[in-house]
């Protein structure tokens, strides 16, 4: 499997985390504020051509879903499974992953 090499790397200097909606497990990265900008030149600026994002947003920091962004790029989220905490992608994804 592939990753982009810079999305992979911001990822995994941010915290990600999984949640599933109606039933189909998804993906987000926390990014402080201050970060933002790395994050749009990570993600290139075609990602926000259309409607954007929707994204949480807090006191300090913002939650953007990372799916579309990484299913985008033609990669599957299994690739990133070293950007989140180990039990925490077995309890969304490790089961799926054997059932494949």
């Known amino acids: 499997m592939t990753v982009d090499v810079e999305l992979y790397e911001f990822l995994k200097s941010h915290e990600c985390h999984f949640y599933r909606d109606h039933g189909e497990v998804k993906a ?39 799916d579309d962004i990484i299913d985008g790029n033609g990669e599957d989220l299994t690739a990133y499974k070293n950007c989140f905490d180990v039990d925490e992608y077995e309890e969304y994804l490790g089961k799926e992953c054997e059932q494949s």
């Open 28 to 66: 987000f990265v926390i990014v402080d504020f201050d970060d933002l900008t790395d994050f749009v030149k990570v993600v290139g600026t075609s990602h926000f051509d259309e409607s954007g994002f929707e994204v949480t947003m807090r006191d300090t920091y913002i939650c953007i879903d990372i």
